[in-house]
C-alpha cells in the first residue's frame, strides 16, 4: 500500500537541507578541486583523478547525506528535490560545453544519473514504505561499494575497467553493510548490487542498476517476510 506524500515540511527541515545543500558543494567545489590539484601535481594522470574524484564525492556527498537522511527527515520532498537540482546542476555543465574538469568527463552523464537514482530512492522508499532505510541502503552500495570497487580498480589497472577483483572488494563492503542494517535481505542486496555493478549497457550505468537492483530486492523481501525495522 502507498503512504500518501505529505506537503509540508518543518523549518528543521529547511535548515538541514541548506546545510546538507552546502555540504555537497563544498565537497563538489574546492574540497575535490583541492584533491585533484594534490594528485596531479604528484604525477597522478589526470584521468586517474578524475575517477578518484568522481568516487570521492559518491562517498563523502552522496553517502555521508543518505546516511543522515533518516534522521533529519520526515518527508522526502526537500531531499528529492535537492537531488534533482543537483542533477540539473551536474548536467548544465555538460549541455554548455563547460566541463567541471576535476570530476567531469564528455562521454558520460554518470554523475548525472547519480544525483537522479539517489533522489528516486529516498522517493520510492518514503512512499512505498514510509521507512527512508529502503532507500539509503541501496544509496549507500551505490556510494560507498562502488565507490571502493572503483578505487581498487584505479589503483591496480590505472584506468576505468571493469573486473571482479572490483567488485569482490565492494561485496567485502556492502555485505556486512547490508546485514548491519537490514539484517538477511541486506546482505542479500549487497551479493545482488555487487554482482550487478560488473555490468554496464550503452544506455544505463551503475549508478542506476545498482540501486534499483538492491531496491527490488528488498521490496521482493519485504513482500514475502516481514523484516521487522
Request: hydrophobic residues 55%; charged residues 10%; glycine residues 6%.
Amino acid at each position: 500500500m502507498l503512504i500518501s506524500l505529505p506537503l509540508e515540511v518543518s523549518i528543521w527541515e529547511i535548515a538541514y537541507t541548506a546545510i546538507y545543500f552546502t555540504w555537497v558543494i563544498v565537497v563538489v567545489y574546492p574540497a575535490s578541486r583541492a584533491f585533484y590539484s594534490f594528485g596531479v601535481k604528484r604525477g597522478i594522470p589526470h584521468k586517474n583523478m578524475v575517477y578518484y574524484n568522481r568516487k570521492l564525492i559518491h562517498v563523502l556527498a552522496g553517502g555521508v547525506v543518505a546516511l543522515l537522511v533518516p534522521f533529519t527527515f520526515k518527508t522526502p520532498i526537500l531531499p528529492f528535490t535537492m537531488a534533482l537540482f543537483l542533477a540539473l546542476f551536474t548536467y548544465i555543465p555538460h549541455r554548455v560545453g563547460r566541463l567541471l574538469y576535476w570530476f567531469q568527463v564528455d562521454d558520460n552523464l554518470y554523475e548525472v544519473h547519480f544525483c537522479l537514482s539517489w533522489g528516486l530512492m529516498i522517493l520510492l522508499s518514503w512512499i512505498i514504505f514510509n521507512n527512508y532505510w529502503y532507500g539509503v541502503l541501496p544509496i549507500l552500495f551505490m556510494a560507498f561499494g562502488d565507490g571502493v570497487t572503483g578505487v581498487v580498480r584505479n589503483l591496480v589497472y590505472k584506468r576505468r575497467t571493469k573486473s571482479w577483483l572490483g567488485n569482490l572488494a565492494m561485496a567485502a563492503l556492502s555485505i556486512p553493510l547490508g546485514a548491519a542494517i537490514m539484517s538477511v535481505p541486506g546482505a542479500i542486496a549487497g551479493v545482488v548490487a555487487s554482482i550487478v555493478e560488473h555490468f554496464e549497457y550503452k544506455f544505463i550505468d551503475d549508478n542506476i542498476t545498482v540501486p534499483l537492483s538492491a531496491f527490488t530486492v528488498l521490496l521482493v523481501f519485504t513482500k514475502l517476510m516481514p523484516l521487522g525495522i
